[in-house]
Every structure is written in C-alpha cells, then in structure tokens.
C-alpha cells in the first residue's frame, strides 16, 4: 500500500491527474451545492435561472423582429455565452488563494484546481443551453439553429477564448488586488462591446474591422451565423480566431504558472 | 531520501521583501528522524511547506526521492466545510486507495467515531491533529513531514503515534518540527536548528537542542 515514488512516466501522470481532476470535480459540487441530490439539478438550473427572466423581459420589450432577424433567437445566442465567459470569469478571481489548503497535496496542481472548475462551469452551461433551447422550442419562440456545425464551431470558440480569459483573469488576480476590482466593470462593457447586440454587418466599416479583431466577436459571428444560417450575412474567420485564442491561453498558462510564486498558504 | 540545499524564501507585504529562509541545506536519509528546532517564526512551518512543495522556494532547489506526506500541521490539507468522510472520500481519490481501507484505519487510529461524519470546522485542534496524521499513515508515505501534531494529541495518541512511527514503520523517514525538547528526544536522532531564517545541522541532537535553548 506504498505510496510510489518519483519518476512517473506520462501515462502514469495523465492517469493520477484525470483522478485528481475527478476528486476535484466532486468536491466543488460537494461544497457549492451541498450533498443533497438537488445539489446536481443546480449546476443546470443556475445558468438557466439568469437566463430565461432576462430573455423573456427582452424579447418582451424589443418586439419580435430587428434588422429583419428574430430577436428571441438573437439574444439566446447572445445571452448564454455571456453567462459562461462571466461565470467562468468570476469562479477563477483569487482561485488559488481561495484554494490553497488544496496545495497541501502535491499531486494537485493549480492547473488540475482550474480544470475542474471549469468543467464544472462548462458542463452546467452546456446543460442550460440545450434546456433553455428545449423551452424556447417548445414553446414556438426559437428554432435549430440552420447551420448547425457552424454553431457548434462557434460555440467552442467561445468556450475556447472563456478558458482563455479565465485563465489570464485568474493568474493575474494572484498578482494584483485591482484586477478584482475592474472584473466587475468590466464584465459590464463587455455586454456591450462583444457582439452580443450586434452583427459586425451593422457597424460602419471602420468599427467593423476594430471589432472583428476581437476573438469573441469572431466567436459571435460564427454562432449567429449558425443560428440564421444563409438569412444574414457574417464575417467569422476560424484561422484567425483560433490564432489568437491559442496566443491567449499560452499567455494565461504562464500568468498561472507565475501565479503559483506569489501564493502564500496559511 | 531528500536533499534541501541552498534553500531561500521570501515573502513580500507592504511593499517590502522579507526573508524567512536564507540559504538553509539538509539531507534525510532513508529512515533516518529528523528534528526542525527553532523559536516561533524562525521558519520551522514554512520549510515544512517548501519541502512538502506546497510553496515554491524563491530559489535553492529540493530533490524528493521518496515520496513525502503533506506536512501534518494544526491546520490546512483540509475542507472544514466537509465532513471527515468527505475528506477522506477525497483524500482516498486523489492517491487512489480504497475509501472503505482508509476509513477503517483512520476510525481506528484517530478514535473519532461518529465525529467523522461531521464537518471538520467543529474538530478541535487535537481532533484535527488525530485526524491529519492518521489519514497520512493510512495512505503510508516514505517521509512524515510532523509540524506540532505529536504534540497537539493526548498521552495515549502519543504512545500511538510512536508506535506506529517507530515499531512498524521504522524505515520511513520523518521531518519533525517542534520546540519541546521531550519530544524531539524521543523522536528524533538528528536536528537542524534554525535561528533567524539561518539553519545548521547538528549530528548531536543533544548539542542541538542545548543551542536551541541558549537562543
């Protein structure tokens, strides 16, 4: 019953972190929702909670049509990915601190503690998605999306540059109290300046470009362009999208790593 | 074995760097019971955390040839919102031993019956003690990194703890920091004392803790 020493091969490592990653994920519902079996409906019904009163009071208030496109299905698309890259985003500020007893175990890794809150957020925003869609299909408001791999496309996008923005938000929050501070703020601005309102075929030109150099609003053109399919026109452009989100995550994994010299456990 | 040399820490607050470890070097063998001796704050609990690798040394290197347990103190390696089970459940995951194994040692070495299923936030300090260390020696690891526990438990705990350390377990290693000479006596062979972040080992544990107490 020994515990193994050093020198572990990479199959060996993949294996102990899937375990680790697996405890993890256990323990982060265990503590969020309570043991309860209701805790697990939660994780789904959190997401949908923020969003279904907030696109029904929309929908209500802007009418049915807008630019000539349907305004459930437009903000649908537009609403839950605001929910991961916040949610994904306020779950990471100060993680690490917050987390530090879970360092006592070396096995564990602030990357393994990242990855099982993150799947933790994905899975519960993946679930709001298809459950809200269901509703909103049910009840006549939207349909499938036309082009559904493009959707899919966009849509990991998105769960691709929430990561991304996790990441950096998080290693950064280590280093300095205000990054904290403009979170909130800044979660704000992004409602507005990220493509959630907007196709980039509104904006004058000159806006257009500025905007399409932002990987989200590339993200949302790619998921719009899925739901409308050939009914509007979009500008998503995968290579490029996928360039700077992997330019990104590089950057946040070493603000992560960087992160880990500035803990201090009590 | 485990080779500490050249180890420095630092910590920044209010805009200034302070020093805790400065250039602090130690060798454990294989079996071999090492003392950390040293007043409040000489760096005792923070070298346990640099070896233990729950902080990262602001440089000096720490080579690991055993496998070495988190270091066993009052506090951390735990969620006190969890029940003792839930902690164990995920303790037992995480270095994948079976759940049912694990429990059963740590009910009967930490005596804490029906306290395991309720949440460690209402243990006492030597409930927390038992319970640290014997889920350690449930997942049996070559080194014991010892911050206080020994101390923190009861007589009988005591007695416990020696046994298993020294009767059944004595090729395993143990990295003890404490300030009460009984106990490093009765533990340890060797000790490095620490004084103001500077740390000298001492073959003669005697002369050792006569240093420690000059200090």
């Known amino acids: 019953m020994r515990e193994a020493t050093g020198g572990v091969t990479l199959f060996r490592g993949l294996a102990v972190q899937r375990r680790v990653i697996g405890a993890l994920l256990i323990r982060e519902i265990y503590t969020r929702f309570g043991r309860q079996s209701l805790g697990f409906v939660w ?43 916040r949610h994904l985003g306020g779950r990471v500020l100060m993680f690490i601190t917050a987390n530090a007893g879970l360092l006592y175990h070396r096995r564990v890794t602030i990357l393994d503690i990242f990855v099982g809150r993150a799947l933790l957020e994905i899975g519960g925003n993946y679930a709001a998605v298809i459950a809200s869609f269901a509703l909103f299909y049910a009840i006549g408001a939207i349909d499938v999306p036309r082009d559904l791999p493009m959707f899919y496309l966009g849509y990991f996008f998105m769960t691709w540059w929430s990561i991304a923005a996790a990441l950096i938000v998080g290693g950064l929050s280590e280093r300095s109290d205000w990054v904290g501070q403009i979170w909130m703020p800044y979660s704000y601005m992004y409602l507005v300046f990220s493509g959630f309102f907007y196709l980039a075929d509104w904006l004058p030109p000159t806006l257009r470009y500025v905007a399409l150099c932002q990987p989200y609003t590339q993200a949302y053109e790619m998921i719009r362009g899925g739901v409308f399919g050939g009914a509007i026109k979009t500008y998503g452009d995968p290579g490029y999208t996928a360039f700077v989100l992997a330019v990104l995550t590089l950057f946040g994994l070493w603000l992560m790593r960087e992160g880990r010299k500035y803990v201090v456990v009590e | 074995m485990i080779r500490v040399s050249g180890l420095c820490k630092e910590y920044r607050a209010e805009g200034k760097t302070h020093r805790v470890l400065s250039n602090v070097s130690l060798t454990v063998n294989r079996g071999e019971k090492v ?77 804490l019956g029906r306290y395991l299923s309720e949440p460690l936030k209402t243990y006492s300090m030597g409930m927390r003690a038992r319970f640290a260390f014997a889920l350690s020696l449930a997942i049996d690891f070559d080194c014991y990194l010892v911050d206080e526990v020994i101390a923190a438990g009861d007589q009988r705990f005591q007695r416990r703890s020696h046994e298993e350390l020294f009767e059944r ?7 003890l920091a404490s300030h009460i000479s009984d106990i490093v006596k009765a533990y340890c062979s060797r ?13 003669d544990l005697q002369l050792a803790i006569d240093i420690y107490n000059e200090l």
């Open chain 1, 43 to 85: 994780i789904v019904a959190e997401p949908l909670v923020f969003a279904v009163p907030v696109l029904f009071m929309w929908s209500a208030i802007r009418g049915s049509h807008e630019h000539g496109i349907a305004v459930m299905p437009f903000l649908w698309s537009g609403y839950l990915p605001i929910l991961l890259f």
């Open chain 2, 35 to 111: 003392a950390v001796l040293g007043r409040n704050g000489a760096g005792k609990s923070t070298l346990m955390r640099l070896i233990g690798g729950v902080e990262v040394p602001t440089s000096g290197r720490i080579e690991r040839e055993m496998s070495i347990s988190w270091p066993l103190g009052l506090q951390g390696g735990f969620q006190g919102s969890l029940t003792g089970n839930d902690n164990m459940r995920f303790i037992a995951r995480i270095y994948n031993k079976p759940f049912d194994y694990i429990r059963a040692y740590v009910d009967d070495f930490a005596e």
């Open chain 2, 169 to 175: 377990r004595a090729d395993r290693s143990m990295i």
């Open chain 2, 191 to 203: 000790a490095l004392v620490l004084h103001r972040g500077r740390g000298k080992v001492f073959d």
